[in-house]
């Protein structure tokens, strides 16, 4: 069975417990890592400016802890392995809906129906739905 590592264990650390408890079951079935729960806002000004996220500090959901949002990324690490993507968000989605946890998923996003549209770079994106409501239970981090 997969574990976690201790990069995977640190950003986990600083999720909200729901992300927190979907992880730990998911993992149980398919081996991935946490990447990127919180940017701070240097950490999101540097995204920003360098065109990885098109948010200022504030507006993006990865800017709050406990963190509403993390990146998810299949293990072994392959960008272009999309059904990887797919499989993981599978399950995690699964998982949410058991727990009666509200989450979106990234890759759904500008799909107009079909996954092979869906842009790349947002298929290890999962978010607590509707963000911003749960953004004002938690903290800008601004410190990172
Ligand atoms: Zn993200």
Redesign the pocket.
């Known amino acids: 069975m997969p574990i976690f590592g201790v990069a995977s264990l640190k950003n986990l650390s600083k999720c909200h417990p729901n992300l927190k408890l979907i992880a730990n079951e998911a993992i149980k079935e398919m081996d991935f890592r946490v990447l990127?729960s919180t940017r701070g806002r240097d950490a999101q000004t540097r995204a920003f400016q360098t065109g990885k996220s098109k948010a200022k500090f504030g507006q993006?959901?990865?800017n709050y802890v406990p963190a509403i949002?993390?990146?998810l990324f299949p293990f072994p690490y392959d960008w272009k392995d999309r059904k990887a993507f797919t499989r993981l968000a599978e399950i995690i989605m699964r998982i949410a809906k058991e727990k009666g946890i509200p989450l979106r998923w990234?890759g759904d996003w500008n799909m107009d129906g079909d996954k092979t549209k869906s842009d790349a770079w947002?298929m290890?994106?999962?978010?607590l739905h509707p963000w911003r409501d749960w953004a004002k239970k938690s903290k800008l981090y601004e410190d990172g």
């Open positions: 990127d993006s959901a990865h949002a993390f990146d990234g947002d290890p994106h999962f978010e």
